[in-house]
């Protein structure tokens, strides 16, 4: 990438300070600890509220698919906010929304209303979106060595998130008897302002003239094997999470498992999803992204294959945990060869477009989890996610053929 190692060089100046990289990336972790919540809300939640409000229960897990829409029809528009006016104004805005669906969701189960809570879960979608790119934030300002350990320490917050967000139910959920799980939204409302307090410390470069131009044309960068190779990976292990994840709590329920049961299962499936961040960043300086990711691969089809041997609450907790490091490892591997992909100047371009193919996916995936668990069962939805699985070995393993070949040739 000589392209891209020269533009490095040029903006060498915007490199941020030891004492700023450090705080930066403190607080991003704390932000991304306390706005996990809001997934994990949602996701504990938003398939059992579904199931009391749908007017049809086959669109129980629609506020689940409506969340991921969110994510796909807002990361756009966030990214442009952070090239034109920077990083730190995108994370405050979807702060704003990580209060709005705290106040709309809690809303809308006092009014029994469906809709409502749909247009909430958008608006957690939105906050999602803006959360997920702190990760690529921990990179800003710091050398190309270090970003990917930058990236995946970030990306641990979320274990506090995993057990924050799960408690967070479990302990308010009948806090008002008349309206279950409305508590829960409003203390998810607070959570998200104490994010925006945290986010307001971060202090990133302002975007340059040169990022605001944008750099080459996206058609160029998005033909590049390597970051196909991103995109396809990226998109299939975030989209078998979600797409299990989705189906996994009302699956709980319908197998006659507690609310307790599958909150706790969520707990532990969301420490797995980022526990292993403390050390994936050094996996893939030594190892390298492409290993990583395939062991992701790997890992997220054994979880399905543990899901299919029984229905017992110890066969949804191991498939969940399996599920969750084999995120961790596809998609953070996924995220650090994205950042191979681009120059400085087109970092938010690039970041955004990637995440708008992967939660755009993602959604195909969510509403598909709750037709198939309505008309079919939970094996059904654990057999055809082996369908995308094949897709992206395939690609990975193919990719990693062409490198060997291109580096025996020089």
């Known amino acids: 990438m000589p392209e ?63 969340f991921v829409v969110g994510m796909a029809a807002c990361i756009l528009p966030a990214g442009a906010i952070a090239r034109r006016y920077g990083r730190r104004m995108a994370f405050l805005a979807g702060t704003g929304c990580g209060v709005l669906v705290g106040l709309l969701g809690a809303l809308a189960v006092m009014l029994g209303s469906f809709w409502l809570f749909c247009l909430a879960t958008f608006f957690g979608g939105a906050y999602a979106a803006v959360v997920l790119s702190f990760r690529f934030a921990a990179a800003d300002g710091v050398s190309a060595g270090m970003r990917p350990r930058a990236l995946s320490f970030v990306m641990g917050g979320g274990v506090v998130a995993g057990v924050v967000g799960p408690q967070l139910v479990t302990h308010t959920m009948y806090l008002w008897p008349a309206h279950m799980f409305a508590a829960t939204f409003v203390a998810q409302a607070v959570v998200a302002a ?73 707990q532990w499936h969301v420490i797995a999803m980022y526990g292993p961040s403390f050390f994936t960043g050094r996996l893939i300086t030594r190892f390298g992204a492409g290993k990583v990711v395939m062991a992701g691969l790997l890992l997220t089809g054994l979880s399905a294959a543990v899901g299919l041997m029984g229905i017992d609450v110890a066969h949804f907790w191991l498939t969940l945990v399996l599920l969750g490091v084999g995120w961790n490892f596809g998609f953070v591997g996924a995220s650090a060869l994205v950042l191979e992909c681009h120059r400085p100047e087109e970092k938010t371009r690039v970041q955004s477009f990637n995440d708008f193919i992967v939660f755009g996916t993602m959604a195909i995936g969510s509403f598909a989890s709750g037709g198939l668990l309505a008309a079919y069962d939970w094996d059904m939805v654990l057999w055809v996610s082996f369908v995308p699985l094949v897709l992206a070995v395939v690609v990975l393993a193919a990719a990693a053929m062409s490198q060997k070949r291109a580096v025996a040739a020089r």
């Not at 450090?22 to 939640?45: D, E, F, K, M, P």
């Open 194 to 266: 104490l994010s925006a307090l945290v986010l307001m410390g971060v202090k990133l470069p302002m975007p340059t003239a040169a990022e605001i131009a944008g750099g080459r044309p996206l058609g160029v960068i998005a033909r590049q094997p390597l970051f196909v190779t991103a995109v396809i990976c990226g998109a299939v292990s975030y989209m078998l999470m979600n797409f299990l994840m989705t189906a996994a709590p009302l699956a709980m329920q319908l197998c006659g498992h507690s609310q307790e049961s599958s909150n706790l299962g969520l």
């Open 4 to 66: 891209i190692e020269a533009s490095s060089k040029q903006t060498e100046s915007a490199a941020l300070s030891a004492h700023q990289q450090r705080g930066n990336i403190a607080r991003l972790t704390v932000a991304q600890a306390l706005a996990g919540a809001n997934s994990v809300v949602v996701y504990a939640t938003g398939a059992i509220i579904g199931h009391m409000l749908a007017p049809d229960k086959t669109l129980a897990t629609l506020p689940i698919s409506i």
